[in-house]
């Protein structure tokens, strides 16, 4: 199967390595996972999406990204100011002239970083998974045949040996009960459904495996390994069919409404009835 190595100006089609983040990210008419989650919420929000400058959060994920996923890269590239703890520091300031504020780390950034890293690594299976992947941060674009639409992924790791991909994820709780509602609330399984989709309509192939590394992001740093059921791949794919399907349906008719202009009955939090009613120790009175 073969990747081309990004140049600028080129065709972007099939599997694309070394395309820089930024470029990435604002490919034009093209739909990623993050258009998908614009779409879900209503296709206004993907039509009138704004570029968003990079937070300090967003450029310390793409440290850790790569300090887990090509540390050599990360060596070459980061400039870790160990000893310095705030970025109003003169050292601080000095240091991203030469280097750029996204490859500069303060001490409590740094040992965050590093501590994510040796985590992730001291877990075998995580470890094995990486160092089997051959390819990393590679780019993925395609037409949907059933829409016509272009659409595109990124994946973390590519094993074309192993059949398999990898993405990596931060989060506060890694146990199963608290990241099955991060996979809910962040669409993980549509991730899950959409990248392996994107990934056969540029190949003609099928990913085996997607597995999920996932690691907190405050100490011990612990990590855990997840795939999806089939029933939350199932719906995932449901959603990716139907989140491409408004798109589509868009696109042919220009028009991309916000939420639907109706008068709807709504209710305060079902947990603030129940602690209501606990509080109480009676139930709601309807009047």
């Avoid at 409404?257 to 120790?281: G, K, L, V």
Wanted: net charge negative; aromatic share 10%.
């Amino acid at each position: 199967m073969k990747i081309k190595p990004y140049k600028p100006g080129m065709k972007l089609e099939g599997l694309i390595s070394g395309m820089p983040n930024d470029v990435y990210h604002n490919v034009p008419d093209s739909i990623s996972k993050s258009g998908l989650d614009l779409i879900n919420r209503s296709p206004a929000h993907y039509f009138y999406a704004q570029k968003k400058e990079p937070t300090r959060a967003m450029q310390l994920g793409t440290a850790l990204h790569t300090a887990i996923l090509e540390p050599d890269v990360f060596s070459r590239h980061y400039m870790l100011l160990r000893e310095v703890s705030d970025r109003r520091s003169s050292i601080y300031k000095e240091a991203v002239k030469t280097h750029g504020a996204d490859n500069v780390l303060t001490g409590p950034e740094a040992d965050s970083v590093a501590g994510m890293q040796e985590s992730v690594y001291a877990n075998d299976k995580a470890r094995r998974l990486i160092q089997g992947c051959e390819h990393k941060e590679i780019s993925v674009f395609a037409t949907c045949p059933a829409t016509g639409l272009n659409i595109r992924c990124r994946f973390d790791g590519l094993s074309i040996e192993g059949n398999y991909a990898i993405d990596l994820k931060t989060t506060r709780d890694a146990r199963p009960d608290e990241f099955s509602k991060s996979i809910y609330n962040y669409r993980y399984h549509v991730q899950d459904a959409f990248y392996r989709y994107v990934y056969s309509c540029a190949t003609g192939k099928r990913l085996d495996r997607f597995e999920f590394i996932v690691v907190e992001s405050e100490i011990p740093h612990a990590t855990m390994i997840y795939h999806l059921d089939d029933i939350s791949l199932s719906i995932g794919r449901h959603e990716t069919r139907a989140n491409l399907s408004t798109a589509a349906g868009c696109t042919e008719s220009g028009v991309w409404p916000a939420y639907p202009n109706s008068d709807e009955i709504i209710s305060i939090p079902e947990w603030a009835i129940m602690r209501y009613e606990a509080e109480t120790d009676s139930d709601v009175i309807v009047l």
